[in-house]
């Protein structure tokens, strides 16, 4: 039998959403992603009990086990002064899923209400809030981001503001383009004619129809959110010493390559899979929903 | 081209003109609302109330905002972008003498990401769901979710205990004696000399940092070629120009390959912006000395009439970038001047 065929008879006598889940559950790349998102969640949420070392995360000082190469006792090895880098591994990721809650909390609400205006009303509003975004667009993100929190002082609320400035913008963009395509649709037409009114049109008719693209997208923003973090503070814009994270541990241990190379690349490798994880979880969400971001 | 293709670029143009003005406004406005000022941060913590006024009698910024606002933009429409606190010239000046070395890592970097994601790309959607396939979406998976200056750590590992004939920092070798020419960027400079010892040299440089420049860019630009590849080889142009016995390599390297080109081409584009955001962690790591590391370095001084160069430079980039491919799109496939004149 081949695949759509089995999709057909399993499809039977299902929901809509337990085909969806059936469909996610077939795909392995979305599992091995959405297992992996549940395992920084839950090692980030529950660092204190899970890490072998939780005095590790801040300011100890052990110089007689400093540079250790990885053992079992020190799954990823020690630092220059002697911290059990697993565990400061697991504080790294509150940081950056901190950093992933605060901007994502904050941009997409924003983008997605300028999307609904500039699609919904279209005429000037629409210029003014599309090619506004057209600008924001055209300034390299990473460039942006150094010089905002270069001029605010940096630190993880700068950083998380400037990531958040930049980021409302892809939102807006692809909200506008749903929206747009949505507006020739007879039940757009069908609550103007009952007499809705604007708000109820954008939020109860045409915001439900953007859900999915915007979940999806939300899904593959999280592991670029954390490597945008990373990348300001493995530059020293970013979060500061003594607080774990994951960029500035790249950063200290890369002063130790190429003998102590686990103290950079170890705090890498766990950006990396981090990343990993939500760009497979956001793909196999996108195939689930069949929906393009 | 006729004169439709002219009317497109120079519409285009105008508007990218629009969103460079746009640019400026908002990074100065940005630059101007910001907390602290500018002057007392020029002249640090030590120097006196009397002095700092001079500073900013100086630095104009005593006189109204809009007024500031007009200063700056008709400087910049002179190509003037103020002066850098840290080196005390003008940071065109410094600008212009980092470019190069940025301008050759990004240029040699898209020459590889070209070279390579599209004929893998091709190379996937003919053999699609073959191992071949199956290889390239791994390696399109790895370069997309490693951040830049992880892969560039860890080329710099590999290249100190497997590659060690490979260097790690800066653009050539300082024992080589070399002038440079006209255009500032090694290769060409060295091979219009005919200096092809300082050409090997600055293309070891050049190696690791571009590959480590290059691996995002390549992964997305790979997948899209092959989708894309694989969407038109069921039109039915395709079909005909089959039927007709046009061989099958003719078939997908002359008909598909153009056509399928527009969508990576697209992808390069966008990319650009992302690029040149890596390119500052890559010059980081690997002491190249580019605009990025400049940027780096004059950020953390908060030089402020430097970053906003540097962020600014950098947006110009990035639009000349996508008019340059807005033009090749028109050239490659005649449907995008349509579209975008209706």
């Known amino acids: 039998m081949s695949a759509p065929d089995m999709e057909l008879s399993a499809g039977r006598g299902m929901t809509s959403r337990q085909m969806a889940w059936y469909r996610f559950s077939k795909n392995p790349a979305a599992m091995i992603g959405a297992f992996i998102v549940l395992s920084v969640v839950v090692g980030a949420i529950f660092a204190p009990w899970l890490a072998p070392s939780p005095e590790s995360a801040g300011n100890l000082v052990n110089f007689r086990d400093r540079h250790g190469a990885p053992t079992w006792e020190h799954l990823m090895g020690t630092d220059n002064v002697g911290r059990d880098i697993f565990s400061r591994v697991l504080y790294g990721y509150r940081v950056s899923l901190g950093l992933v ?26 210029t003014i809030i599309m090619r506004f975004t057209d600008v924001m667009l055209a300034i390299p993100p990473l460039a942006m981001a150094l010089a905002i929190t270069a001029v605010l002082s940096p630190n993880l609320i700068n950083a998380m503001i400037a990531i958040t400035m930049l980021w409302w913008t892809w939102h807006t963009r692809l909200i506008y383009r749903i929206v747009k395509g949505q507006m020739n649709e007879d039940y757009v037409e069908a609550a103007r004619v009952a007499g809705a009114s604007h708000f109820h049109i954008m939020f109860r008719e045409l915001l439900p129809n953007c859900i999915s693209a915007i979940s999806v997208k939300i899904s593959l923003d999280a592991g670029f959110v954390i490597l945008f973090g990373a990348a300001l503070s493995f530059l020293g814009l970013g979060v500061q010493p003594p607080t774990p994270d994951l960029g500035t541990m790249v950063s200290t241990g890369s002063e130790y390559l190429p003998e102590y190379w686990w103290e950079a ?3 890498g490798l766990a950006i990396l899979y981090a990343i990993l994880g939500f760009n497979l979880l956001g793909d196999g969400l996108r195939d689930m929903m069949d929906v393009e971001t | 081209m006729g004169v439709v293709a002219l009317l497109h670029i120079l519409q285009r143009a105008a508007s990218l003109f629009l969103v460079f003005v746009g640019l400026a406004v908002l990074i100065f406005v940005i630059a101007r609302i910001v907390p602290g000022d500018p002057a007392r941060i020029a002249l640090g913590p030590l120097a006196s109330a009397d002095q700092v006024a001079e500073m900013r009698q100086e630095m104009g910024l005593d006189d109204p905002f809009f007024v500031q606002l007009w200063t700056y933009l008709s400087g910049l429409a002179q190509g003037d ?43 996937a959607a003919v053999y699609r769901d073959s191992w071949i ?54 290769l060409i400079d060295s091979a219009l000399q005919g200096r092809w010892d300082v050409f090997a040299d600055a293309l070891r440089h050049l190696f690791l940092p571009s590959i480590a420049l290059a691996a995002a860019g390549i992964g997305q630009v790979m997948r899209i070629t092959r989708s894309s ?24 390297l002359r008909y598909m390959l153009r056509i399928a080109s527009t969508a990576p081409l697209t992808i390069l584009g966008l990319e650009f912006a992302s690029l040149i955001g890596n390119a500052f962690v890559v010059e980081f790591v690997f002491g190249w000395p580019g605009i990025a590391s400049y940027g780096v370095r004059t950020i953390l001084q908060k030089d402020l009439n430097a970053v906003i160069g540097v962020v600014l430079v950098s947006g110009v980039f990035f639009v000349f970038a996508n008019l340059i491919i807005d033009i090749l799109l028109g050239v490659l496939d005649p449907r995008q001047r349509l579209r975008a004149r209706r």
Do not use: H
């Not at chain 2, 080889?233 to 997908?252: C, K, L, M, Q, W």
């Open chain 1, 101 to 126: 809650v605060g901007v994502l909390g904050i941009a997409v609400p924003f983008g997605v209400v300028l999307g609904l205006t500039a699609g919904y009303f279209g005429g000037w509003t629409e």
């Open chain 1, 265 to 267: 690349l170890m705090p």
């Open chain 2, 229 to 252: 590849m694989i969407e038109i080889s069921s039109r039915d142009f395709i079909e005909s120009a089959r039927a007709y016995g046009i061989p099958e390599r003719v078939v997908t």
């Open chain 2, 81 to 123: 972008l103020g002066k850098s606190l840290l080196s005390s010239r003008p940071v065109m000046d410094d600008i212009m003498g980092a470019l190069p070395a940025t301008l050759e890592l990004v240029l040699f970097t898209i020459v590889l990401q070209i070279v390579i994601s599209i004929p893998l790309g091709v190379l």
């Open chain 2, 133 to 186: 396939d199956n290889i390239t979406r791994v390696i399109s998976l790895i370069g997309v979710v490693t951040p830049g200056f992880v892969l560039a750590i860890i080329l710099q590992l590999l290249a100190s205990y497997y590659f060690t004939s490979l260097p790690v920092t800066g653009r050539l070798d300082p024992g080589l004696d070399f002038v440079r020419g006209p255009t500032g960027m090694l």
